[in-house]
């Protein structure tokens, strides 16, 4: 009888990374779904796209640095880059948008510092920003949600010449966030009765396309890809600033905390971006001060901020500070003494 | 009820415990052949009392403990000692140790034997050599003498037993099925090392994944006073010293020390029961329960077996089929270890034999890059950070490792179970304990070498300076008198420069000495001293130091001699002087006789150095 003999543990659970990754794509649906029928094809061509960029970069990428490329290329990590970059993107972005965000954020962002598991920012949203400083004009041109114009979001074929030929008229409009950046003077009941696209709390369309999200992270949650730390820090931070700020409405007021969960990329952040393991903190009380931090960015940056895109560059500056977070909230290790010194 | 605390971490493998508990521990029977291993626990190994060729009873000593962290070894039977050789072993590395092996008889005659009648009489001592003579080691984890354990010191009073019931492994049932069929025995073995620990505070710890052992468990327990039989939820690792621990009592231990430190002594389920023989039947270790499992048996089962026996013949009655199993794994699937051969013996610790299918256990999946997930961090039951000791395993970083207490680590294998990126982390952290450890000796021995060699090179220096000091003196000896030759003739003329320094230097000091004198014979005037005596005074005694450095060597005796003729002169002079000065009576008188009375003390010295020489 010849027998092997690895060294224990001999048992192993049955997730693995690849497994994980998938789950992510998975609990994207809901929220593209969202996307998808208030904004029209777009996003789905966005992401389309984008994963196609990816997975040949992260491949050019594997095959110079000599590493086995379909063995890699099977961890899906870049699909999901692809796929978080493709839903923040406008939809209906120019193709050349797509391949430098996704170029960067494969290329420089994640490959150049060592691949996957070695990135100290989110790829998918140091693209975005690198987008969003070099090219404002395209990467603020938000389609109008179904439902101020009629029948008009675009619909495939629409949104691939958007994508690929730019010469269709499309009807763009700006977002909530950006109305509330821009619209000095007026009380928020009165932004909100101006402006066709404020929907109910968030935004229209943007309050369930962050319902979608939240219900993905939900999804997720439960299945144990990440814990509630992070989100939930983040969401109760945010809320919070929103609600010390919100000043009951008046003309000065930076929007309500309902609208600031359910517009822009809140939940998107919260579950897909900021839960991101491999820039963020690892430790559960430095995931909590993680996503605090991020929750307090996030309002900062959207209420005095210069971009409404608030969640790529909070998520970045809170990459930057993972380091540091960690250092401090090394868990206290069985036996030690409370003080932790020794 | 006993307040039960939660453990941080912990994982919650598949159990497979349902497989192995529907029959009733069976017997092993007699093995074709008995192989022991004459190193089954922690400590030295025990030295052979047999040679090939001797005939050995049941329950004989084969090999006695050496020195006190150490156990010996029984035959389980009687027999022939047919080898004593080096064989492959239980051990994770399949390496091969030195072992005795015995052919069986059949005849399984017992050596005389017998209990004692009420272990309450006897004494703590008289029982832990009792214990230590039937080579009871812990039979739960790594195998240390119990005897050993069971040793307290005065300054670590011991107030709580816990005996550790937990199993916690998946697979293992040997210490449920123990519970279920001999409670009684581990009752009255818990009792007897409470006597011998005198502990008040007894508790059993069981997972509450055994409601039937626990049951048991309960009611043998039930006159017993002091026993408390506490459940906690299942969870692995619970059944980790440390775990168990905190989960009973809410402590932690600290960090390097041992349970003592906080007044508590662990000991293994079955440890109990082989106490409980040892003491009460005057039995030694020689056989215990193991559990037989995996996909690829047939009937997996519970089995009393001998010591010593081949793990083939227990595979064999449970009907193993080889050809469905790829590894043979001694232990549970967390923390055991995969055996190279089934022909490796069952020793004292082994609790389990695990021979599971292909589909059951499949080979680890290539390794992936670490995403930092933290999973890991969630998992570990000590509150490491697993991912931070991988990066900085992989990458050396020792210092880092120990400063994130790489060493508390139990290797309990749930970060490596969980880790979505099938990463071994734990056989990480065994090799870079490993190569700490090599590192920390390294680096005692080059300071130990470091150390060696300072002290040799101020040794040399030391010498050499004294080396320097002696060429000194010489040289100022022959520059006296190199002195005293000048004045007589022309110095050579490589040497001129040198004497005419030498005669300077003299000179002046000569100078200097004489400016003294005059201070001083100013002064001696003052006094009424003649100055002329005391300038002639100071020109004999250099006179008399050139002369005696000009003069040959002179041996130690003579020296001396010349020495206290010179003091025995300078006695009758001053002695003169002192008549003098008191006929005259001036006021010199007392300091005149002090210096007579110094003069003829060192008389006496010289006078007794003397002797001495001559003596030698």
């Given at each position: 009888?010849?027998?092997?003999?690895?060294?224990?543990?001999?048992?192993?659970?049955?997730?693995?990374?690849?497994?994980?990754?998938?789950?992510?794509?998975?609990?994207?649906?809901?929220?593209?779904?969202?996307?998808?029928?208030?904004?029209?094809?777009?996003?789905?061509?966005?992401?389309?796209?984008?994963?196609?960029i990816?997975?040949?970069?992260?491949?050019?990428?594997?095959?110079?640095?000599?590493?086995?490329?379909?063995?890699?290329?099977?961890?899906c990590?870049?699909?999901?880059?692809?796929?978080?970059?493709?839903?923040?993107?406008?939809?209906?972005?120019?193709?050349?948008?797509?391949?430098?965000?996704?170029?960067?954020?494969?290329?420089?962002?994640?490959?150049?510092?060592?691949?996957?598991?070695?990135?100290?920012?989110?790829?998918?949203?140091?693209?975005?920003?690198?987008?969003?400083?070099?090219?404002?004009?395209?990467?603020?041109?938000?389609?109008?949600?179904?439902?101020?114009f009629?029948?008009?979001?675009?619909?495939?074929?629409?949104?691939?010449?958007?994508?690929?030929?730019?010469?269709?008229?499309?009807?763009?409009?700006?977002?909530?966030?950006?109305?509330?950046?821009?619209?000095?003077?007026?009380?928020?009941?009165?932004?909100?009765?101006?402006?066709?696209?404020?929907?109910?709390?968030?935004?229209?369309?943007?309050?369930?396309?962050n319902?979608?999200?939240?219900?993905?992270?939900?999804?997720?949650?439960?299945?144990?890809?990440f814990?509630?730390?992070?989100?939930?820090?983040?969401?109760?931070?945010?809320?919070?600033?929103?609600?010390?700020?919100?000043?009951?409405?008046?003309?000065?007021?930076?929007?309500?905390?309902?609208?600031?969960?359910?517009?822009?990329?809140?939940?998107?952040?919260?579950?897909?971006?900021?839960?991101?393991?491999?820039?963020?903190?690892?430790?559960?009380?430095?995931?909590?001060?993680?996503?605090?931090?991020?929750?307090?960015?996030?309002?900062?940056?959207?209420?005095?901020?210069?971009?409404?895109?608030?969640?790529?560059?909070?998520?970045?500056?809170?990459?930057?500070?993972?380091?540091?977070?960690?250092?401090?909230?090394?868990?206290?290790?069985?036996?030690?003494?409370r003080?932790?010194?020794? | 009820?006993?307040?039960?605390?939660?453990?941080?971490?912990?994982?919650?493998?598949?159990?497979?415990?349902?497989?192995?508990?529907t029959?009733?521990?069976?017997?092993?029977?007699?093995?074709?052949?008995?192989?022991?291993?004459?190193?089954?626990?922690?400590?030295?190994a025990?030295?052979?009392?047999?040679?090939?060729?001797?005939?050995?009873?049941?329950?004989?000593m084969?090999?006695?403990?050496?020195?006190?962290v150490?156990?010996?070894?029984?035959?389980?039977?009687?027999?022939?000692?047919t080898?004593?050789?080096?064989?492959?072993?239980?051990?994770?590395?399949?390496?091969?140790?030195?072992?005795?092996?015995?052919?069986?008889?059949?005849?399984?005659?017992?050596?005389?034997?017998?209990?004692?009648?009420?272990?309450?009489?006897?004494?703590?001592?008289?029982?832990?050599?009792?214990?230590?003579?039937?080579?009871?080691?812990?039979?739960?984890?790594?195998?240390?003498?119990?005897?050993?354990?069971?040793?307290?010191?005065?300054?670590?009073?011991?107030?709580?037993?816990?005996?550790?019931?937990?199993?916690?492994?998946?697979?293992?049932?040997?210490?449920?099925?123990?519970?279920?069929?001999?409670?009684?025995?581990?009752?009255?073995?818990?009792?007897?090392?409470?006597?011998?620990?005198?502990?008040?505070?007894?508790?059993?710890?069981?997972?509450?994944?055994?409601?039937?052992?626990?049951?048991?468990?309960?009611?043998?327990?039930?006159?017993?006073?002091?026993?408390?039989?506490?459940?906690?939820?299942?969870k692995?690792?619970?059944?980790?010293?440390?775990?168990?621990?905190?989960?009973?009592?809410?402590q932690?231990?600290?960090?390097?020390?041992?349970?003592?430190?906080?007044?508590?002594?662990?000991?293994?389920?079955?440890?109990?029961?082989?106490?409980?023989?040892?003491v009460?039947?005057?039995?030694?270790?020689?056989?215990?329960?193991?559990?037989?499992?995996?996909?690829?048996?047939?009937?997996?089962?519970?089995?009393?077996?001998?010591?010593?026996?081949?793990?083939?013949h227990?595979?064999e009655l449970?009907?193993?089929?080889?050809?469905?199993?790829?590894?043979?794994?001694?232990?549970?699937?967390?923390?055991?270890?995969?055996?190279?051969?089934?022909?490796?013996?069952?020793?004292?610790t082994?609790?389990?034999?695990?021979?599971?299918?292909?589909?059951?256990?499949?080979?680890?999946?290539?390794?992936?890059?670490?995403?930092?997930?933290?999973?890991c961090?969630?998992?570990?039951?000590?509150?490491?950070?697993?991912?931070?000791?991988?990066?900085?395993?992989?990458?050396?970083e020792?210092?880092?490792?120990?400063?994130?207490?790489?060493?508390?680590?139990?290797?309990c294998?749930?970060?490596?179970?969980?880790?979505?990126?099938?990463?071994?982390?734990?056989?990480?952290?065994?090799?870079?304990?490993?190569?700490?450890?090599?590192?920390?000796?390294?680096?005692?021995?080059?300071?130990?070498?470091r150390?060696r060699?300072?002290?040799?090179?101020?040794?040399?220096?030391?010498?050499?300076?004294?080396?320097q000091?002696?060429?000194?003196?010489?040289?100022?000896?022959?520059?006296?008198?190199?002195?005293?030759?000048?004045?007589?003739?022309?110095s050579?003329?490589?040497?001129?420069?040198?004497?005419?320094?030498?005669?300077?230097?003299?000179?002046?000091?000569?100078q200097?000495?004489?400016?003294?004198?005059?201070?001083?014979?100013?002064?001696?005037?003052?006094?009424?001293?003649?100055?002329?005596?005391?300038?002639?005074?100071?020109?004999?005694?250099?006179?008399?130091?050139?002369?005696?450095?000009?003069?040959?060597?002179?041996?130690?005796?003579?020296?001396?001699?010349?020495?206290?003729?010179?003091?025995?002169?300078?006695?009758?002079?001053?002695g003169?002087?002192?008549?003098?000065?008191?006929?005259?009576?001036?006021d010199?008188v007392?300091?005149?006789?002090?210096?007579?009375?110094?003069?003829?003390?060192?008389?006496?010295?010289?006078?007794?150095?003397?002797?001495?020489?001559?003596?030698?």
């Open positions: 009888m010849l027998l092997s003999t690895p060294t224990s543990p001999h048992a192993h659970t049955p997730l693995d990374t690849s497994g994980l990754m998938r789950l992510v794509i998975l609990a994207t649906l809901p929220g593209v779904a969202a996307l998808t029928w208030f904004f029209g094809w777009g996003t789905i061509v966005n992401i389309a796209f984008a994963s196609l990816a997975l040949a970069c992260e491949a050019f990428a594997l095959y110079l640095r000599g590493r086995r490329v379909m063995f890699y290329l099977r961890d990590s870049a699909l999901v880059t692809a796929i978080l970059l493709g839903i923040a993107l406008p939809p209906g972005s120019p193709w050349w948008i797509i391949a430098v965000g996704i170029v960067f954020a494969i290329l420089i962002a994640k490959q150049l510092y060592g691949g996957m598991g070695y990135n100290p920012f989110n790829p998918a949203m140091a693209g975005y920003v690198v987008l969003l400083i070099s090219f404002p004009l395209e990467m603020t041109r938000w389609l109008s949600p179904l439902g101020t009629e029948g008009s979001v675009p619909g495939l074929m629409e949104a691939l010449q958007l994508c690929f030929g730019g010469g269709f008229d499309a009807h763009t409009m700006a977002t909530t966030l950006d109305v509330f950046k821009q619209g000095a003077g007026l009380m928020v009941a009165d932004v909100w009765q101006q402006n066709p696209q404020f929907g109910r709390w968030g935004g229209l369309g943007w309050e369930w396309v319902i979608g999200f939240l219900a993905g992270g939900c999804y997720l949650l439960h299945r144990g890809v814990t509630w730390h992070a989100p939930m820090s983040m969401l109760i931070a945010l809320t919070a600033m929103a609600a010390v700020f919100y000043d009951g409405g008046s003309s000065a007021s930076g929007g309500s905390p309902l609208m600031h969960l359910l517009s822009g990329a809140t939940m998107l952040g919260a579950f897909f971006i900021i839960t991101d393991p491999v820039s963020s903190a690892v430790s559960t009380r430095g995931r909590l001060i993680y996503g605090a931090l991020a929750g307090v960015l996030v309002y900062v940056i959207r209420r005095w901020g210069n971009y409404p895109d608030a969640v790529a560059f909070a998520v970045l500056i809170v990459n930057f500070a993972a380091p540091f977070i960690d250092h401090y909230t090394m868990p206290r290790t069985y036996g030690h003494n003080g932790g010194s020794d | 009820m006993r307040k039960v605390w939660d453990i941080p971490g912990g994982v919650h493998p598949p159990e497979n415990k349902a497989q192995s508990v029959r009733p521990i069976a017997s092993a029977g007699i093995p074709d052949v008995l192989i022991y291993p004459l190193s089954q626990h922690i400590g030295a025990a030295v052979p009392l047999v040679e090939k060729g001797d005939l050995v009873l049941k329950g004989q084969i090999a006695e403990a050496m020195g006190f150490s156990a010996p070894v029984h035959a389980a039977t009687s027999g022939r000692v080898a004593i050789e080096e064989r492959v072993i239980a051990h994770p590395s399949g390496m091969h140790a030195p072992c005795i092996v015995i052919e069986p008889d059949g005849e399984n005659r017992w050596i005389e034997h017998s209990g004692l009648e009420d272990y309450t009489s006897a004494t703590p001592a008289e029982l832990l050599s009792i214990i230590h003579d039937a080579g009871v080691a812990g039979m739960g984890g790594a195998g240390f003498p119990s005897a050993v354990k069971l040793s307290t010191r005065p300054d670590t009073p011991i107030h709580t037993l816990i005996i550790n019931g937990t199993e916690c492994e998946p697979y293992i049932t040997s210490d449920d099925m123990l519970m279920r069929e001999r409670a009684d025995e581990i009752v009255r073995g818990t009792e007897i090392i409470a006597h011998i620990l005198g502990v008040s505070s007894i508790i059993i710890g069981v997972e509450d994944n055994k409601p039937e052992g626990i049951a048991s468990l309960r009611s043998a327990a039930e006159h017993s006073a002091g026993i408390e039989v506490i459940s906690f939820p299942t692995y690792p619970s059944g980790g010293e440390k775990q168990l621990i905190q989960i009973l009592t809410g932690e231990v600290p960090s390097g020390g041992l349970p003592s430190a906080l007044g508590i002594v662990c000991q293994n389920l079955g440890t109990t029961v082989a106490v409980h023989h040892a009460d039947r005057g039995e030694p270790l020689i056989s215990r329960i193991i559990t037989v499992t995996g996909d690829s048996c047939r009937e997996p089962a519970n089995y009393e077996v001998l010591l010593g026996t081949p793990a083939s227990l595979l449970s009907g193993q089929q080889p050809e469905l199993c790829e590894r043979l794994i001694m232990g549970g699937p967390m923390m055991g270890f995969a055996l190279e051969s089934a022909e490796v013996p069952v020793v004292k082994t609790n389990c034999l695990l021979a599971p299918t292909r589909a059951e256990l499949p080979p680890a999946a290539p390794q992936q890059a670490c995403i930092r997930c933290g999973i961090a969630e998992a570990c039951p000590a509150s490491l950070l697993p991912q931070q000791l991988f990066w900085y395993a992989t990458a050396k020792y210092e880092k490792l120990e400063a994130h207490n790489l060493f508390d680590c139990i290797e294998g749930a970060c490596s179970f969980v880790c979505p990126s099938n990463i071994p982390l734990v056989q990480y952290y065994r090799a870079s304990k490993a190569d700490i450890r090599r590192h920390h000796l390294d680096h005692e021995r080059s300071e130990r070498s150390a060699f300072e002290s040799r090179q101020q040794r040399i220096e030391q010498e050499e300076a004294e080396k000091a002696r060429r000194q003196a010489r040289r100022e000896a022959a520059q006296a008198r190199a002195k005293e030759a000048g004045t007589k003739q022309p050579r003329s490589d040497a001129a420069p040198d004497a005419a320094d030498v005669i300077r230097a003299a000179i002046e000091r000569s200097a000495k004489k400016q003294a004198a005059a201070a001083q014979s100013q002064a001696q005037a003052d006094m009424g001293i003649e100055p002329d005596s005391a300038q002639d005074a100071i020109d004999r005694a250099m006179a008399k130091r050139a002369a005696a450095a000009a003069a040959p060597k002179l041996s130690p005796v003579e020296q001396l001699q010349n020495n206290l003729a010179s003091v025995q002169s300078r006695i009758s002079k001053t003169e002087k002192l008549e003098q000065a008191r006929t005259t009576g001036e010199t007392s300091i005149l006789e002090s210096s007579v009375a110094k003069l003829e003390a060192k008389r006496d010295q010289i006078l007794a150095e003397i002797e001495e020489l001559g003596d030698s």
